[in-house]
Nanobody, 125 residues
């Protein structure tokens, strides 16, 4: 089992930036893929970005392409989500997730085995 703890959320004005962190502990070596999802009030959980263990493959949702960047440092057991040019539509609770399987659709939440508690991101207009 992998334990995940997110941090870095907060309140920011539109156009601003935030950097989210996800610290992993436990059986981190079995996490083939790390991902970020978000959930706004009254909406379903939405895929944001994912990265493979080696970092050689990243995937971003169309809504964040060119604005968000996912990265990881396995030595530090940490994954980051750099968010730039934020808009009010980015307001949500952001969750870090880990999955053991390296194949399949990284954008599907049910494919992930471990989840963090989430960190709130609020973008004011």
């Amino acid at each position: 089992q992998v334990q995940l703890v997110e941090s870095g959320g907060g309140l920011v004005q539109a156009g601003g930036s935030l950097r989210l962190s996800c610290a992993a502990s436990g059986r981190t070596s079995g996490s083939a893929v790390m991902g970020w999802f978000r959930q706004a009030p009254g909406k379903e959980r939405q895929f944001v970005a994912a990265i493979t263990w080696s970092g050689d493959k990243t995937i971003n949702a169309d809504s964040v392409k060119g604005r968000f960047t996912i990265s990881r440092d396995n030595a530090k057991n940490t994954v980051w989500l750099q968010m730039n040019s934020l808009t009010p539509e980015d307001t949500a609770v952001y969750y870090c997730a880990a999955r053991r399987r390296g194949n399949g659709n990284y954008a599907q939440a049910p494919g992930y085995d471990s989840w963090g508690q989430g960190t709130q991101v609020t973008v004011s207009s």
